[in-house]
């Protein structure tokens, strides 16, 4: 009976994947999933293209603007930031609570460029500039500028590899998929 009722209950409250959205602008992305268990701060200031995917437990901070192009994953538990108190917190001490300015109060704008999956557990740092078809693989820190087609990791992450290189093997056997895989990256003359 017990197990009954945790899958029952489990079934009524566990993460589901929510279809569509409504952009600030007010257009539908019909083809964008975003996790019932994922919170989305601001959306207001959320830039949000459609196919994109957010996988459950993430934290998407977008209260310092943040965009996330066509086809971007972000796959669990990750936290995509746009505004960090951490130095600001010790430089005001008490005077930082309701203070409209704080000294050392970080808002940046952040993006992630088109096609670009962002691994489990990683934390994207407010200003990021992540290019279109980016891999950041699990664990990862990103600050700072990441190029187009780059696979980073660490923390803080760096560049370990190019997905053009990752994907070529698979298009050679999938020579039907090459015009939809060079129409998105921008490859087509």
């Known amino acids: 009976m017990r197990a009954t009722l945790q899958r029952l209950w489990r079934r009524l409250v566990g993460p589901r994947m929510l279809y569509g959205w409504r952009a600030a602008d007010g257009r539908w992305l019909a083809h964008t999933r975003i996790s019932s268990h994922t919170h989305v701060e601001a959306p207001e200031r959320l830039q949000i293209a459609d196919h994109v995917y957010i996988g459950h437990h993430n934290v998407?901070?977008?209260s310092g603007g943040l965009t996330l192009a066509e086809g971007v994953q972000i796959t669990?538990?990750?936290?995509?930031l746009t505004h960090s108190s951490h130095q600001a917190l010790r430089l005001a001490g008490r005077a930082y609570w309701g203070a409209a300015d704080p000294p050392g109060f970080v808002r940046a704008a952040t993006h992630i460029g088109a096609y670009s999956f962002i691994g489990p557990h990683s934390v994207i740092a407010p200003g990021a500039h992540i290019g279109r078809g980016v891999l950041v693989r699990a664990f990862s820190?990103?600050?700072g500028t990441v190029q187009d087609f780059a696979i980073v990791a660490g923390q803080p992450a760096q560049v370990v590899?190019?997905?053009r290189q990752a994907d070529a093997t698979w298009l050679q056997q999938h020579a039907g998929s090459r015009g939809d895989y060079d129409a998105w990256a921008g490859l087509r003359p």
Request: aromatic content about 8%; charged content about 15%; overall charge negative.
């Open 60 to 62: 998407i901070d977008a």
């Open 76 to 80: 669990t538990h990750c936290s995509v």
């Open 141 to 143: 820190y990103v600050s």
């Open 161 to 163: 590899g190019d997905t």
